[in-house]
């Protein structure tokens, strides 16, 4: 049964999710109460008012993930807009190489990682473009998420595999287990650094990237918020490294990055 949320309840939730989150919900009251209704049952509430009072009392990290859960779709997959992957490496890719020739080593950080899919996907795309000389190089991707659920469905890197991942890199970058579950090879999960991150916080990681994916991400934001984000991402973008943004998304005309293909943007 989906209940009803007060005028008030429902604006110190969406007010308190937007400061600590970034995600804007206050156009979206039905999505609210119709995906919370049965989490206020779950924790033993009758109605939002209690619910919402105990939340933003509490700030229990993992009552605030199970709502962010419920109000956010963690949905990835291998190949996801390959557009992408195939601009990573034909362009970005020898670039790198030729730009890193002596220290060989590449920073690249998938923020929003969700279930690990993307970062793995960039780790075959690397290896296959290095191909024998993979194991000379430092390419461990950074991918960060909100929700620990999400994280530790990544880090397991178990995976029913779709027909878009080539039969080759199928063989080459996973291990049967049963049926149509594949998991990562070890060398595939071992080049990826998996860490919690709220993206609203300050980002103070030790390096500065080359490339920075953060695709369907920034959908949950208002302008604002996503102005603030990307120059952000700006500040820790390596001259010439790039950020990729979902083809749903757009930023601003008066970004700092400079477009250099669909939704891949350059810091000249």
Same mark, same amino acid.
């Given at each position: 049964? %989906? ?9 110190? +939730? ?7 989150? &970034? #995600?804007?919900?206050?156009?979206? @009251?039905? *999505? ?11 924790? &033993?509430? /009758? ?5 919402? /009072? ?6 229990? !990290? ?29 362009? %970005? ?22 279930? &690990?899919?993307?970062?793995? /996907?960039?780790?075959?795309? %690397?290896?296959?473009?290095? &191909? ?7 390419? @461990? ?9 999400? +994280? $530790?469905? $990544? ?6 595999? !779709? ?6 890199? @199928? ?40 490339? #920075? ?18 120059? @952000? ?17 757009? *930023? ?17």
């Amino acid at each position: 049964m %989906i209940q009803t949320i007060s005028d008030d309840d429902f604006r110190k +939730l969406t007010n308190f999710i937007k400061a600590e989150y &970034g #995600i804007t919900l206050q156009e979206k @009251r039905q *999505l609210v109460t119709s995906r919370l209704s049965s989490l206020v049952s779950e924790q &033993g509430f /009758n109605d939002f008012g209690p619910f919402v /009072n105990n939340l933003l009392k509490e700030r229990n !990290p993992q009552k605030m993930e199970l709502v962010l859960n419920r109000l956010t779709t963690n949905y990835t997959f291998f190949m996801r807009e390959t557009e992408h992957f195939d601009f990573f490496t034909k362009v %970005i890719m020898p670039e790198l190489v030729r730009k890193y020739q002596k220290k060989k080593s590449i920073a690249i950080w998938s923020a929003g990682c969700s279930s &690990g899919e993307e970062p793995y /996907n960039l780790t075959m795309c %690397i290896k296959e473009f290095l &191909g024998l000389q993979a194991s000379q190089w430092d390419t @461990r991707i950074l991918a960060t998420d909100i929700s620990q659920q999400a +994280l $530790a469905k $990544a880090k397991k890197g178990i995976y029913e595999v !779709p027909d878009t991942v080539p039969a080759i890199w @199928r063989k080459k970058y996973f291990k049967k287990i049963e049926g149509s579950r594949y998991a990562v090879t070890p060398d595939v999960r071992n080049n990826v650094i998996f860490q919690t991150f709220n993206l609203m916080d300050p980002i103070k990681f030790r390096t500065k990237f080359d490339v #920075i994916f953060c695709r369907n991400v920034m959908i949950y934001f208002d302008q604002p918020t996503k102005d603030a984000l990307v120059r @952000r991402f700006y500040d820790v973008t390596n001259p010439g490294g790039y950020l990729m943004i979902s083809h749903s998304e757009n *930023l601003s005309k008066d970004a700092p990055y400079v477009t250099v293909a669909p939704s891949t943007f350059q810091k000249k």
